[in-house]
């Protein structure tokens, strides 16, 4: 049998890191459908996932492929998929029922143009807030980031683990540049690489609770077949799995799927800060973005500006008490991404009047060049 | 002594008790309504087909059949509307060992799932699909449904149904159905045999249950519960082997039912594991 983990040094595109990360995770299941330009991640799984004793299903469409992403995993399977906008939008309705019925798995968004068919070759991150609220109902979520195909590797196995963890689907917000460029990614060996698995369940199967909370809020899944007898429903149910319609019910099922996310910010949470100790001013960056941002930083700090750069390697949940505390003593926030600021609106959201925000933004179709961002600082200086 | 009186009062065990969740009982069916017996009906199949209880899961989506999932001992799964067979493949492909039964309504395999169920069955996806037709969505509250005979009237067609209903057999067996049975909710025993069939036969098996949505689609169309089984009872004729072309749903011609198809062909898991994975030995 092939390899699962390719330990090695390649010259690869994000897609196909992503591809690799997610074995190197552990995924054995991908159920996907074309499109562009995330169908290399489903062409790289359908190759590597036979040769490691996975499974790999084109289906008939995107709400198709979400729906075969969340049986395999509650057939004990961990599974993912990837898609673009016009995908994302289908993979709504079951990534809801991945929420409500706490599966985990991971959904890659490599981002185009949109609205609708918008720009498919070309990049763009404007699926950001529909990555945070495109299911219906009030719940929290988990999204990454990637800035490089070395990043996406990575990240990949993070999304995996915080999946199984939190048991939920993790989102991977890449884009049509991560996605398509080269670069050099470096495959670690097996044993620095760390996977984790969702809690199994211990104890008696007759008092068995599907959704009883662990000690960090999550609940033991087990797998069908395992003679649990799990019933599963994306109907408002209590820890027992079973549906009860109720005002209550309600209530206590929306705050345990909130509470697992929100009580553990700090492990969920990532940053990347750049030059900020000093900084007056900040940058508020993530994805491809983040790159021109970090030029920007590197042109405008030699001119003698002083600004820094937080890059949002988790995007949902939304670092919040970083930029408050950041609020405290920088003169002027930039928001940097590929549409007209939905990030940005958090952003102004937590620095709450305390300083200028602006916003170097784009519709989508091209990356946002260093020189835009330095101009802004200039402006502002 | 507290025992006794506990032994004494306790509700007289029903055959099928150990595959119900009875702490989910009473159910939400109307009084009336068939999906109880064609439920029961699949309970009996499970039963007698031997298969190792842990390994079959229940799957259905949404709509009054759809809560067939929620009374079933069994690890079942009650997903989102006319998602219940891809959410199937996945539990099957992650886990083949899986036994996966998914027992739905009309509407939610054929009109929102429709497209789910033809490429299953041109997979020879491996599972037992169990439709159960009442000719409209009865959930909520009585719409006209890919099934709802021509003229018929529903809340969503008050002065008839101007389309023309699917023959879901001939679907099933266009898409690739390797097994492909209807009857009606008075044919308890062949719905049993088919169903144990289904589940013994490895390949895209798709059973049609025909039985009356008394509250919603009788009361618009002059049809108590009774009625429909009378016409059950005198407009059915049994022709095994009959072609799935040719058995559209007639009263006038009477309704045809019976074993339409059973053949043999590789599933998509075999043909996956000598084509995809052939290389790996080598
Ligand atoms: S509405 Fe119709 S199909 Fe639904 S439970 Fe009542 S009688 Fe049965």
Known sequence: MEKAILTGKYYMTGDVACAEGALAAGCRFFGGYPITPATEIAERMAVRLPEVGGTFIQMEDEIAAMATVLGASWAGVKSMTATSGPGFSLMMENIGLGICTETPCVVVNVQRGGPSTGLPTQSAQGDMMQARWGSHGHYEIIALAPSSPQEIFYQTITAFNLSETYRLPVLIMSDEIIGHMSERVVIPDKKDIKTLCRPKPKGRKDRFKLYEPGPNGVAAMPAAGEGYNVHVTGLTHDEKGYPILTVETQMEMITRLTAKISKNLNDIIQTEPYFLDDAEMVLISYGVSARTSLAAVDIARKQGIKVGLLRLITVWPFPEEQICELAERVKRFITVEINMGQIHREVQRCVGGKAPVSLVGHPGGTIIPPDRVVEKLKEAF | ?282
């Open chain 2, 1 to 282: 002594m507290a025992d006794k009186l506990r032994a004494a009062k306790k509700q007289p065990d029903h055959p099928l008790d150990d595959l119900l969740r009875r702490d989910r009982i009473p159910h939400i069916w109307c009084p009336g309504c068939g999906i109880g017996t064609a439920f029961s009906s699949c309970l009996n199949a499970i039963k007698s087909s031997g298969l190792e209880r842990k390994n079959v899961v229940m799957v259905s989506g949404i709509g009054c059949s759809g809560r067939a999932a929620g009374y079933v001992n069994l690890d079942s799964f009650h997903t989102t509307h006319g998602r219940a067979i891809p959410f199937a493949t996945g539990l099957k492909l992650g886990n083949p060992d899986l036994n996966v039964i998914v027992f739905s309504g009309d509407g939610d395999l054929f009109a929102i799932g429709g497209n789910h169920l033809i490429h299953a069955a041109r997979r020879n996806m491996d599972m037992t699909v169990i439709c159960v037709n009442n000719l409209n969505y009865g959930m909520t509250g009585g719409q006209v449904a890919a099934t709802t005979p021509n003229m018929a009237k529903t809340t969503t067609t008050p002065r008839g149904n101007p389309e023309t209903p699917f023959n879901l057999p001939h679907i099933a067996y266009a898409a690739g159905a390797t097994f492909v049975a209807r009857w009606t909710i008075l044919n308890t025993r062949e719905i049993t045999k088919s169903i144990e069939e289904a589940l013994l036969k490895k390949g895209f098996s798709f059973i049609e249950v025909l039985s009356p949505c008394p509250i919603n689609y009788g009361r618009r169309n002059k049809e108590s519960s009774q009625d429909t089984l009378k016409l059950y009872q005198e407009k059915t004729i049994i022709k095994n082997g009959a072609h799935p072309s040719e058995i559209d749903i007639d009263p006038e011609k009477g309704i045809i039912l019976g074993k339409f198809v059973d053949l043999q062909q590789p599933t998509y898991i075999e043909k996956y594991d000598k084509i995809c994975r052939s290389l790996m030995n080598h």
